[in-house]
């Protein structure tokens, strides 16, 4: 596995790392914002329809978990099979801006934040 890189252009639309993931740094993803072949994906068929880098750019929810694009049965499945916390990702964009958010991820090779401590 490659060495993480901060790049913001590897934030994902629901605020996950893609610079962190190891079929990124693989070569077999090309991260969330390519990938063509995630068109079943609520939240990036959403920010990609109103041009925004992630969920942290949207004004109608100040709390994506009030989203249903956002909080579905899919999302809730994935953080606790993942240990993933992506309301508190898109809270850390929000609060830091996506370049720190990517520098900070890319530090700590993470993709996500926890949901409970580690």
């Keep these: 596995m490659s060495q993480t890189k901060p790049d913001k252009k590897l934030v994902a639309y629901c605020g996950l790392y893609c ?15 390519a990938n063509e ?18 969920c942290a750019d949207c004004k109608e929810f100040d709390d994506p978990m009030r989203c249903g694009k956002f909080n579905n049965l899919m999302s809730k499945l994935f ?6 916390n992506r309301a508190a990702c898109i809270a850390a964009i929000r609060s830091m801006g996506p370049e720190r958010y990517a520098g900070t991820m890319a530090a700590q090779g993470r ?3 926890p949901r409970w401590g580690r």
């Design 111 to 113: 993709q996500t934040l």
């Design 37 to 54: 072949k995630a068109s079943w994906c609520q939240v990036r068929r959403c920010c990609a329809e109103h041009r925004y880098g992630s």
């Design 19 to 33: 610079g962190s993931c190891g079929k990124y740094q693989g070569g077999s993803c090309p991260g969330c914002h």
């Design 79 to 84: 953080g606790l099979l993942f240990n993933s």
